[in-house]
T-cell receptor, first 111, second 114 residues
């Protein structure tokens, strides 16, 4: 799987939007962009994924750059419960079975 | 939430003893995975299964074995535990495999080998 680059940490205020960036300049045409998050003392949790178009679900929105070399996870109104490590991962359509989690971004939410 | 149960949640054992961790799912998903998470290494795949009695090695399989005799259960065995196997172990399941899959994770097992 191609490599992604994320900031180590970010801070946000409660009830404000949060934009978590991810760079993936070596992405290939068949790579899906996945986001997972991991709350303290829990297993990772699927958030959202997309291929080319922007995606929305009940948890977040995923904005994908036109050249697909970067993407942004958008939490529309951060809550204290959103404090977690967020992982951006690329998965090829014919990927093997190793979902590789990098360092991720630690999001801190201030009341 | 996906129906995944890991047991035990915490385990302390001594070097050289065998240990078995259990993952149980109620989703009838075909694929099951065992990962370990260590500081500085993220999550690393140990073994995975793509069906009953069908398993394969992952990135860090040495010292571990797995079995899957039923769709719902995936067992991870440390034949002779070592201190380097102290870690948090996560089980995951997915309905499909490849770029469009979604993995659902259990809550983890904290294993300490003394």
């Amino acid at each position: 799987d191609a490599k992604t680059t994320q900031p180590n940490s970010m801070e946000s205020n409660e009830e404000e939007p949060v934009h978590l960036p991810c760079n993936h300049s070596t992405i290939s045409g068949t790579d899906y962009i996945h986001w997972y998050r991991q709350l303290p003392s829990q297993g990772p949790e699927y958030v959202i994924h997309g291929l080319t178009s922007n995606v929305n679900n009940r948890m977040a929105s995923l904005a994908i750059a036109e050249d697909r070399k970067s993407s942004t996870l958008i939490l529309h109104r951060a809550t204290l419960r959103d404090a977690a490590v967020y992982y951006c991962i690329l998965r090829a359509h014919n990927a093997g079975n190793m979902l590789t989690f990098g360092g991720g971004t630690r999001l801190m939410v201030k009341p | 939430d996906a129906g995944i149960t890991q047991s035990p949640r915490h385990k302390v054992t001594e070097t050289g003893t065998p240990v078995t961790l259990r993952c149980h799912q109620t989703e009838n998903h075909r694929y099951m995975y065992w990962y370990r998470q260590d500081p500085g290494h993220g999550l690393r795949l140990i073994h995975y299964s793509y069906g009953v009695k069908d398993t394969d090695k992952g990135e860090v399989s040495d010292g571990y074995s797995v079995s899957r005799s039923k769709t719902e259960d995936f067992l991870l065995t440390l034949e002779s535990a070592t201190s380097s196997q102290t870690s948090v172990y996560f089980c995951a399941i997915s309905e499909s495999r490849g770029g469009n899959e979604k993995l659902f994770f259990g809550s983890g097992t904290q294993l300490s080998v003394l």
